[in-house]
């Protein structure tokens, strides 16, 4: 009963959180759709733990979400069921704008709010009980742990607790809304004889598997947008280090933090795939942060040992823009002793795209004693006279240029510009993504001080990359360094 009851609950107040949040939003003005009217719909979607977008009507089209600014037509049918009088509701809508799985809509006024069934029972996942849950109209609108809809559909009508066909069940309603739990559990306890213990262990570990299985299945029925926020929430972002080698000695100078998505069944997703979500959705500040911490954590003692190592670290346009990062970065590396002058700020040059912006955040920056280099350097819009007009200390070249020396195509030629330009324009150089001893040849040949590469080395988790740097270390202790070739 206790699981149903919670059940019931959580879907009525899911759904009423909505309705309250979108009232909110509804008792402001705001000009439509303009970027503070946008971002306020996104701040309300973060906050919201069950809704998962907001979107804004007027004039019968979906004028924006907090996606950002569309333009759709849209055909309204009638409500499944109303809150209240003035909060209409429907059940198994699939989102206009991303697509996927089917969910819940609750509107009230000009605002429409996207609330994800699966969130509503996730948390109840691990209770081991069958549930479903039915909205005010009798649809289904979640489920957990596949119950047998048959016997759901039986018991519907019950209000109360029994056992039916083996089944421990428990139907509970609150303002509408009906759970209904189903436990099957009873059966098996006529197994309870000489083979007790066995049993008591196979089954723990059944029910973990199990449980393992319906976390994961909740989550696969979750936005990306929903899985990120979970991931944010449950911290599973971990930092790899990638080296970065001085080129003629190939000894470590330091390292560039690269986050990765570690999901709960181990595997690592790829930054690319998940930060332009996360810039999009203003979760990024939130994975931002939890960067910095690692890097404080693992790199904090081993930076403080050696100051002339240094790490990189890398910042979205957002980041920039409001100069909110560079409080982050000092109260959080500073305390872990860790000097500004070690440190290394990214941004590419779409996150410098607000020049005024970024002038002026770089300035600061550069006051405090960080170094900022320009990252992916080539592959944007920027022009020779926006470069010098920033303060910056360093460019990276970017992959793709690196990939073409020496291939005799259009691209080949491009990178001896770059180095040109940055070096009359006073920049420290590092190459990207550097895979062959040729490439490290060209580079060497044409000045370029830093670079790092698969050649030398890939990203790795921290304690992996301290035993790399020691050992560079030591080389350079000991005077044994393997100068590149073209240099001897
Ligand atoms: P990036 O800053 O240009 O980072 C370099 C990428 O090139 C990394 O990919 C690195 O693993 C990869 N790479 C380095 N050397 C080689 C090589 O020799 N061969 C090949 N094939 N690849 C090489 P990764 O780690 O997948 O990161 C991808 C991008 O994600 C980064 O590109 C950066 O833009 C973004 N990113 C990573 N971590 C963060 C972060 O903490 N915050 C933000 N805002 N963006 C991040
Ligand atoms: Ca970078
Ligand atoms: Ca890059």
Redesign the pocket.
Known sequence: MAIASQAATRAEQSFADAAATLKTLGGRRYISCTDAHIGEMRRLVLNARTVEEIGYIEDGALKCTSWGVEHRTITEMPADFLIGNDVKAWVDVVPLVTGGNPTSLVRVGPYNALVDPGRLVELLADQGAAVVIKAPNGAVTATLNTPDTDLAHRLAGQTSRGVLDGNIYAVYEKAGWTAIAISSTNGLFGLFTHEHWLFVAFGGFATLVIIGLVVRMSRKRLSPLGELAIAVREREFVV?Y?PIVELRSGLCVGA????RWQRPDGVLV???LF?PLAEQSGL?RP??DQ?IESVGRELGPLLNQHPSLHVA????AEDFKTGRVLETVGERLGACGIANEQIWL?A?ERGLMDIEEARKTIGEARRRGYSVAI??FGTGYSSLQYLQSLPLDAL?I??SFVDAINRQTATSAVIAHIIEMAKALNLAIIA????TREQADYLIEHGVTFC????YA??MPAEEFITYVQASLRLQDSGVVMLNRAMA
Not at 256 to 259: D, S
Not at 313 to 316: P, S, T
Not at 432 to 435: A, F, K, L, R
């Open positions: 790899h990638q560039e933090a690269l986050v790829r930054p690319d930060i990024i994975i931002t960067v670290i890398n910042f979205c990214e590419t990252d992916d990276k970017d992959k990207e993504g550097v895979e790092q590469g698969w050649y890939k990203p």
